[in-house]
């Protein structure tokens, strides 16, 4: 039973547990909302009768979007469990406050609005909370396979919660019926924890995958600026916008004559109940069995004629006999296709349309344009209803109006989101992660065919990308032709593809890229082999007796990424003593060592592929290897294993050249649970300077608030290189996301601090330049010798180098108060050699930077970046530079080793990192004082 639920859902091992609890906080939530909104409708509509109806709508829609813009601004500071069961504690609560309330006999006018107001908003907030949550533990792969059940789920509470509603509401009282809401929303804050509890270190690794990607998508123009200038989004804005007015309509109508036909609020309640659940059967089965379908052969635009059509029948029927059956017509029309057909097909019209803008731009339409369609809609109802005194049939004629306009969009849209996709592919700009792209519509299949006709590798791989889950029949063409195409990338995944597809024999094929000169494709080929083998085990043993040593790796890699995806292949391979045996038996064949480490490089990546931690074994030694190429390797499997075993390992070489690049990826994969180990190292000033000045780099890529808050907290750290390092790992947090918080005071408070460092340096700059300018001005008077006069210049050149820095961290840190782009670019403006940019920085910075920060920091710009004394001196400066470093060069040819070890000092702390090579000659020197010396002057010289 089992294996067949597996089968069916397709649930992969270990992701049980986490979907069935899923699907229950689905089920509830909904189960409650489907309790509730039957209990809302009757109570008011017994209350003021249909009358009211139009002024409730007005003020749903200026309540949701007040409440929508609070919801937004706190919900970035409260980590995504904690949000969700804060809400779910207050609506627990404001639901015991409202029975008491009702038990008591309380039926205000102002009560009964508020809770109409409040279930309406209750629905939306829950609603996205568990979307939100389902995109949060589950990645996009996941998410196609799996939100099919959890949707299942939600719908499935629908019913339950409409039914329950018909059956117990003539039984319990309408009122009463509010206590099963507590209790389903009670059962979810303990599914809520459980789920958090089982997927939270997945939850940091997905969500510091996405918010890399959220860091390269943020658009900074108005998003009504942004609808207007693109037909696409200005059409797809129009059809959502007119399609919550004609609802809001429809509603008004269905919600009249059923007050009318059913005047008692018990028998009123249990008629919504039955409808909410009969119309959540029509949806989910016109979601199992015909969305999909209607998609594919009619498209995107044409599927969604369905709703206003359908509504459109049902409006002409209220205008005929405004009767209870009319009524249910329309509500069944609008209750079956618009969370079926309508809701897929809008969900794709959002494809095309660039990730960047569709993050500003779609949240917009959801909140903004809904809501004030539903306010729009309103006010149509009063004036119609109230100021003209029209009937509940003459609302038909609007509708059937506005669906006129609703259908005029979608035909103008049609064009429109075709040319969108066209461009869309050939600019590669839709999202790859977008849950939507399971899909096989027929405008937009043809577009993908056409690319896989053609030429371009580049556009090839992206579209084989997009459907590496859709399974179409109408491929199996172009995969067959595409097995053949030059580039191993494209092969590579087409015979990833081909295993989906049965009817798809490329064995021939597959066999002759065995001895592709190309790794991926032949490990790849040899997977496809096995798998449609009779007995895929048997298959892959013969490769691995095979000769040829690149058919040997290419088995072991091809059976590390079926080990990670098949529990039966687990029983028949013991994936660990094969490796072991492979590489002992290709180290002894390798004829010489670039083949020996071509055989570890990708070992490497075959463990990393396969997770198996009895493996981390030989990660451990290939880490320890003397080949920078096979520690490269093994560290990049380390980040996608992704284990903490290894976090010491990683931190031992966060300062290793040739290694740190690829040590900071891998640290990144951790997210939040490696910032706790980092602080350590950044705080500890006993800690190797190289790694401490490499961690604010990996705090930046992880871009969490904790990572701001560690950082903030350091800014005032006594090592300038240090700090530096610092101020440009929040500059890069604050431009890649945005969502994160600076403090400005701690902000404020450090620039202060490095104006005063700056007015000192300053002061000492200004003092030895005159000295020198009274030398230089007195040239009879011996008043400084000719050695003093270089050290002092060499020192006026380290100072204005210094105010350089300074106030470079000056503008850096004013960038985590302003826009980053604004601060960059009139620094650049002040320290350019052109007056007239000088000016135009100065005047941008007095009209935008706060009082007290424009009274310090003005006169400082104004009186200009000092320079050298003039050419001649700047040339002296740097020639007694030279000269010192020539000097310092002599000394280290020293015989004594204490001479050479305080002239080893010297160099690390003037920092003339062009004597790095002279330092590395002396590790050879012999002496151990003098070698451990070097070491560090160069660790400190390399950071």
Same mark, same amino acid.
């Given at each position: 039973?089992?294996?067949?639920?597996?089968?069916?859902?397709?649930?992969?091992?270990?992701?049980?547990?986490?979907?069935?609890?899923?699907?229950?906080?689905?089920?509830? %939530?909904?189960?409650?909302?489907?309790?509730?909104?039957?209990?809302?409708?009757?109570?008011?509509?017994?209350?003021?009768?249909?009358?009211?109806?139009?002024?409730?709508?007005?003020?749903?829609?200026?309540?949701?979007?007040?409440?929508?813009?609070?919801?937004?601004?706190?919900?970035?500071?409260?980590?995504?469990? $904690?949000?969700?069961?804060?809400?779910?504690?207050?609506?627990?609560?404001?639901?015991?406050?409202?029975?008491?309330?009702?038990?008591?006999?309380?039926?205000?006018?102002?009560?009964?609005?508020?809770?109409?107001?409040?279930?309406?908003?209750?629905?939306?907030? *829950?609603?996205?909370?568990?979307?939100?949550?389902?995109? @949060?533990?589950?990645?996009?792969?996941?998410?196609?396979?799996?939100?099919?059940?959890?949707?299942?789920?939600?719908?499935?509470?629908?019913?339950?919660?409409?039914?329950?509603?018909?059956?117990?509401?003539? $039984?319990?009282?309408?009122?009463?019926?509010?206590?099963?809401?507590?209790?389903?929303?009670?059962?979810?804050?303990?599914?809520?924890?459980? %789920?958090?509890?089982?997927?939270?270190?997945?939850?940091?690794?997905?969500?510091?995958?996405?918010?890399?990607?959220?860091?390269?998508?943020?658009?900074?123009? +108005?998003?009504?600026?942004?609808?207007?200038?693109?037909?696409?989004?200005?059409?797809?804005?129009?059809?959502?916008?007119?399609?919550?007015?004609?609802?809001?309509?429809?509603?008004?109508?269905?919600?009249?004559?059923?007050?009318?036909?059913?005047?008692?609020?018990?028998?009123?309640?249990?008629?919504?109940?039955?409808?909410?659940?009969?119309?959540?059967?029509?949806?989910?089965?016109?979601?199992?069995?015909?969305?999909?379908?209607?998609?594919?052969?009619?498209?995107?635009?044409?599927?969604?004629?369905?709703?206003?059509?359908?509504?459109?029948?049902?409006?002409?029927?209220?205008?005929?006999? !405004?009767?209870?059956?009319?009524?249910?017509?329309?509500?069944?029309?609008?209750?079956?296709?618009?969370?079926?057909?309508?809701?897929?097909?809008?969900?794709? =019209?959002?494809? !095309?349309?660039?990730?960047? %803008?569709?993050?500003?731009?779609?949240?917009?339409?959801?909140?903004?344009?809904?809501?004030?369609?539903?306010?729009?809609?309103?006010?149509?109802?009063?004036?119609?209803?109230?100021?003209?005194?029209?009937?509940?049939?003459?609302?038909?004629?609007?509708?059937?109006?506005?669906?006129?306009?609703?259908?005029?969009?979608?035909?103008?849209?049609?064009?429109?989101?075709?040319?969108?996709?066209?461009?869309?592919?050939?600019?590669?700009?839709?999202?790859?992660?977008?849950?939507?792209?399971?899909?096989?519509?027929?405008?937009?299949?043809?577009?993908?065919?056409?690319?896989?006709?053609?030429?371009?590798?580049?556009?090839?791989?992206?579209?084989?990308?997009?459907? @590496?889950?859709?399974?179409?029949?109408?491929?199996?063409?172009?995969?067959?032709? =595409?097995?053949?195409?030059?580039?191993?990338?494209?092969?590579?995944?087409?015979?990833?593809?081909?295993?989906?597809?049965?009817?798809?024999?490329?064995?021939?094929?597959?066999?002759?890229?065995?001895?592709?000169? +190309?790794?991926?494709?032949?490990?790849?080929?040899?997977?496809?082999?096995?798998?449609?083998? /009779?007995?895929?085990?048997?298959?892959?043993?013969?490769?691995?007796?095979? /000769?040829?040593? $690149?058919?040997?790796?290419?088995?072991?890699?091809?059976?590390?990424? @079926?080990?990670?995806?098949?529990?039966?292949?687990?029983?028949?391979?013991?994936?660990?003593?094969?490796?072991?045996?492979?590489?002992?038996?290709?180290?002894?064949?390798?004829?010489?060592?670039?083949?020996?480490?071509?055989?570890?490089?990708?070992?490497?990546?075959?463990?990393?592929?396969?997770?198996?931690?009895?493996?981390?074994?030989?990660?451990?030694?290939?880490?320890?290897?003397?080949?920078?190429?096979?520690?490269?390797?093994?560290?990049?499997?380390?980040?996608?294993?992704?284990?903490?075993?290894?976090?010491?390992?990683?931190?031992?070489?966060?300062?290793?050249?040739?290694?740190?690049?690829?040590?900071?990826?891998?640290?990144?994969?951790?997210?939040?649970?490696?910032?706790?180990?980092?602080?350590?190292?950044?705080?500890?000033?006993?800690?190797?300077?190289?790694?401490?000045?490499?961690?604010?780099?990996?705090?930046?890529?992880?871009?969490?608030?904790?990572?701001?808050?560690?950082?903030?907290?350091?800014?005032?750290?006594?090592?300038?290189?240090?700090?530096?390092? %610092?101020?440009?790992?929040?500059?890069?947090?604050?431009?890649?996301?945005?969502?994160?918080?600076?403090? !400005?005071?701690?902000?404020?408070?450090?620039?202060?601090? @490095?104006?005063?460092?700056?007015?000192?340096?300053?002061?000492?700059?200004?003092?030895?330049?005159?000295?020198?300018?009274?030398?230089?001005?007195?040239?009879?008077?011996?008043?400084?010798?000719?050695?003093?006069?270089?050290?002092?210049?060499?020192?006026?050149?380290?100072?204005?180098?210094?105010?350089?820095?300074?106030?470079?961290?000056?503008?850096?840190?004013?960038?985590?108060?302003?826009?980053?782009?604004?601060?960059?670019?009139?620094?650049?403006?002040?320290?350019?050699?052109?007056?007239?940019?000088?000016?135009?920085?100065? #005047?941008?910075?007095?009209?935008?930077?706060? *009082?007290?920060?424009?009274?310090?920091?003005? !006169?400082?710009?104004?009186?200009?970046?000092?320079?050298?004394?003039? #050419?001649?001196?700047?040339?002296?400066?740097?020639?007694?530079?030279? /000269?010192?470093?020539?000097?310092?060069?002599?000394?280290?040819?020293?015989? /004594?080793?204490?001479?050479?070890?305080?002239?080893?000092?010297?160099?690390?702390?003037?920092?003339?990192?062009?004597?790095?090579?002279?330092?590395?000659?002396?590790?050879?020197?012999?002496?151990?004082?003098?070698?451990?010396?070097?070491?560090?002057?160069? $660790?400190?010289?390399?950071?």
């Amino acid at each position: 039973m089992e294996k067949l639920f597996r089968k069916l859902f397709d649930i992969r091992e270990g992701e049980a547990t986490v979907a069935t609890l899923m699907f229950f906080y689905g089920f509830l %939530i909904i189960a409650s909302l489907s309790v509730l909104k039957p209990v809302r409708n009757s109570l008011f509509l017994v209350r003021f009768g249909n009358k009211k109806l139009p002024f409730v709508y007005v003020l749903v829609a200026l309540f949701s979007a007040l409440v929508a813009v609070v919801y937004l601004r706190y919900s970035k500071k409260v980590r995504l469990n $904690r949000l969700i069961q804060i809400t779910l504690f207050i609506a627990v609560a404001t639901l015991l406050a409202f029975w008491s309330l009702l038990y008591s006999g309380y039926e205000s006018a102002w009560f009964l609005y508020a809770f109409y107001i409040w279930v309406a908003i209750f629905g939306v907030i *829950t609603g996205t909370q568990f979307w939100l949550l389902a995109n @949060e533990i589950y990645n996009a792969r996941e998410a196609k396979r799996l939100f099919g059940l959890i949707g299942a789920g939600a719908i499935s509470g629908g019913i339950f919660g409409g039914y329950l509603t018909s059956y117990l509401a003539p $039984r319990f009282s309408t009122a009463n019926m509010i206590f099963f809401c507590v209790g389903f929303l009670m059962l979810c804050q303990i599914f809520v924890w459980s %789920i958090w509890k089982k997927t939270k270190h997945i939850t940091y690794t997905q969500k510091t995958a996405r918010q890399k990607q959220v860091s390269q998508a943020r658009a900074q123009e +108005n998003p009504v600026k942004l609808i207007f200038s693109s037909r696409h989004l200005a059409y797809l804005a129009g059809i959502i916008g007119v399609g919550v007015i004609v609802a809001n309509l429809a509603d008004y109508q269905f919600l009249t004559i059923a007050s009318q036909a059913k005047p008692e609020a018990d028998s009123l309640t249990a008629f919504f109940g039955l409808w909410m659940s009969n119309l959540n059967i029509l949806s989910l089965i016109i979601q199992l069995f015909f969305t999909g379908r209607i998609i594919k052969h009619l498209g995107v635009t044409t599927s969604l004629l369905f709703l206003p059509f359908a509504l459109m029948i049902g409006a002409a029927a209220v205008l005929i006999s !405004p009767i209870l059956w009319s009524a249910i017509l329309i509500k069944m029309g609008d209750g079956g296709f618009k969370h079926s057909i309508n809701k897929a097909s809008t969900e794709l =019209l959002a494809i !095309p349309i660039p990730t960047e %803008i569709k993050n500003r731009t779609k949240s917009f339409i959801d909140v903004f344009v809904k809501n004030a369609a539903k306010g729009v809609g309103g006010v149509l109802l009063i004036t119609l209803i109230i100021g003209l005194g029209l009937s509940v049939q003459h609302v038909s004629l609007i509708i059937i109006a506005l669906i006129v306009v609703w259908a005029f969009l979608i035909f103008r849209m049609k064009d429109e989101y075709v040319n969108s996709f066209r461009m869309a592919i050939e600019k590669r700009s839709i999202n790859l992660e977008d849950q939507s792209l399971n899909l096989d519509d027929a405008a937009v299949f043809k577009s993908f065919i056409k690319v896989l006709d053609g030429k371009s590798e580049r556009q090839i791989l992206y579209v084989l990308d997009m459907l @590496e889950d859709v399974k179409n029949k109408d491929l199996l063409p172009y995969l067959e032709k =595409l097995i053949k195409f030059p580039s191993n990338e494209v092969k590579s995944s087409v015979l990833k593809m081909a295993l989906e597809y049965e009817d798809l024999d490329l064995s021939s094929e597959a066999q002759n890229l065995v001895y592709s000169d +190309n790794l991926t494709v032949q490990a790849q080929a040899i997977r496809y082999i096995c798998k449609t083998s /009779d007995d895929s085990a048997s298959t892959l043993r013969e490769f691995l007796k095979q /000769d040829n040593y $690149r058919i040997q790796l290419a088995a072991t890699i091809s059976a590390a990424l @079926e080990w990670k995806e098949n529990k039966d292949f687990r029983r028949d391979i013991d994936l660990k003593e094969l490796i072991k045996n492979m590489l002992d038996e290709l180290q002894e064949k390798a004829a010489n060592e670039n083949e020996r480490r071509f055989i570890k490089i990708n070992t490497a990546k075959a463990i990393g592929q396969a997770k198996n931690p009895d493996l981390y074994l030989f990660l451990h030694d290939f880490v320890n290897d003397e080949s920078t190429d096979v520690k490269q390797a093994a560290i990049t499997s380390i980040g996608r294993a992704s284990d903490k075993e290894f976090i010491p390992v990683l931190i031992a070489h966060l300062n290793t050249r040739h290694l740190r690049k690829h040590v900071r990826e891998a640290l990144v994969v951790f997210g939040e649970d490696i910032i706790t180990k980092l602080t350590e190292i950044l705080e500890n000033p006993n800690e190797d300077r190289g790694r401490r000045m490499a961690i604010p780099k990996v705090m930046a890529m992880i871009g969490s608030q904790k990572s701001v808050n560690t950082l903030m907290r350091n800014l005032n750290i006594m090592d300038l290189l240090l700090r530096y390092e %610092i101020i440009k790992a929040l500059n890069k947090l604050r431009v890649k996301f945005p969502i994160l918080k600076f403090d !400005p005071h701690v902000t404020q408070s450090r620039v202060l601090d @490095e104006i005063a460092l700056y007015k000192s340096t300053l002061h000492a700059w200004l003092k030895q330049n005159e000295l020198l300018l009274t030398a230089q001005q007195k040239p009879g008077k011996k008043t400084l010798s000719d050695q003093d006069k270089k050290a002092r210049l060499l020192l006026v050149f380290a100072l204005e180098e210094k105010l350089d820095k300074n106030l470079e961290r000056i503008f850096r840190l004013l960038g985590m108060k302003y826009s980053p782009k604004d601060m960059i670019d009139a620094y650049l403006g002040l320290m350019s050699q052109t007056a007239k940019l000088k000016a135009i920085a100065i #005047e941008f910075l007095d009209n935008i930077l706060e *009082t007290q920060l424009k009274r310090i920091l003005i !006169p400082i710009v104004e009186a200009g970046r000092p320079e050298l004394m003039s #050419e001649s001196r700047s040339r002296q400066a740097k020639r007694a530079k030279t /000269d010192a470093l020539e000097s310092i060069q002599f000394l280290l040819l020293s015989h /004594d080793n204490w001479l050479k070890v305080c002239t080893i000092y010297l160099i690390a702390v003037l920092d003339y990192r062009e004597l790095f090579d002279s330092i590395q000659e002396l590790i050879h020197s012999g002496d151990p004082i003098v070698i451990e010396t070097a070491q560090l002057c160069l $660790r400190r010289l390399s950071s």
